[in-house]
């Protein structure tokens, strides 16, 4: 699977970006999706997914924040994140297994995408 993210760039503190990441394919059944982010210094961390069943998982620091969608075709993953903090920008990355069932926020993805930026500022 070969994925390509999008729609990076920079915002102000409590504004929104939405980021979108197209897959080569169909993903809608029997992948488990996520976004990955790392800041400078920082390892790469779970930002949130999205099993085969649309069930969502977020980690603590974005919850009530962004939110993790794909589309019915399957070949998008969205991440629309509100209430941008500093501590939020990061390398932004789009990631998929084709693994079904449980996929938390922990798993460890070995195909991601190049990333995108966000840079959050006040």
């Known amino acids: ?3 390509q ?3 990076g760039g ?3 503190v409590g504004g929104s970006l939405t980021l979108s990441c197209v897959s080569s394919t169909n993903t809608s059944r029997g992948y488990c999706m996520g976004w990955l982010r ?3 210094g ?3 961390e779970g930002v949130a997914t999205i099993d085969s069943n649309g069930i969502t998982r977020y ?3 974005v919850k009530g924040r962004f939110t993790i969608s794909k589309d019915g075709a399957g070949n998008t993953l969205r991440l629309q994140m509100n209430s941008l903090k500093p501590e939020d920008s990061a390398i932004y990355y789009c990631a998929a297994a084709s693994v079904g069932g449980y996929c938390p926020v922990s798993f460890v993805f070995q195909n991601w995408g190049q990333g995108t930026q966000v840079t959050v500022s006040s």
């Open 1 to 3: 699977v070969t994925l």
């Open 59 to 61: 980690t603590d620091s």
């Open 42 to 44: 920082k390892e790469r």
């Open 5 to 7: 993210e999008s729609g």
């Open 38 to 40: 790392q800041a400078p």
């Open 10 to 12: 920079s915002a102000q």
